[in-house]
């Protein structure tokens, strides 16, 4: 089984500041892509911030110049450094992992349970 779990979320004034992290483990073999999803309430899930091995970075226009996301990849791990939070950042944050599972012979995309983050105005 490939864990993912996440820490980091909770309630934050606007302006504020929260870092994310999150760390995949058990049978994962090899991690490609990893990264970030949020699901705002009404919202379709929507991609925050992805980073790839070699350090590529997506990001949703909204975050620019506020979020970056970081990598250990010799600890399968990814944080995201939220700054200068608004109240629309208001949402469930996931912690998303593609890789390849031990045994199997294609990359998955794996998830976090989501942590909740609110930003109050």
């Known amino acids: 089984q490939v864990h993912v779990v996440e820490s980091g979320g909770g309630l934050v004034q606007a302006g504020g500041s929260l870092r994310l992290s999150c760390a995949a483990s058990?049978?994962?073999?090899?991690?490609?892509?990893m990264g970030w999803y949020r699901q705002a309430p009404g919202k379709q899930r929507e991609l925050v911030e992805t980073?790839?091995?070699?350090?590529?970075?997506h990001y949703v226009d909204s975050v620019k110049g506020r979020f970056t996301i970081s990598r250990d990849s010799a600890k399968n791990t990814v944080d995201l450094q939220m700054s200068s939070l608004k109240p629309e950042d208001t949402a469930v944050y996931y912690c998303?992992?593609?890789?390849?599972?031990?045994?199997?012979?294609?990359?998955?995309?794996?998830w976090g349970q989501g942590t909740q983050v609110t930003v109050s105005s």
């Open positions: 980073i790839t091995p070699s350090g590529t970075t």
């Open positions: 058990g049978s994962i073999y090899r991690v490609n892509v």
């Open positions: 998303y992992v593609n890789g390849l599972r031990s045994g199997t012979f294609y990359n998955k995309n794996y």
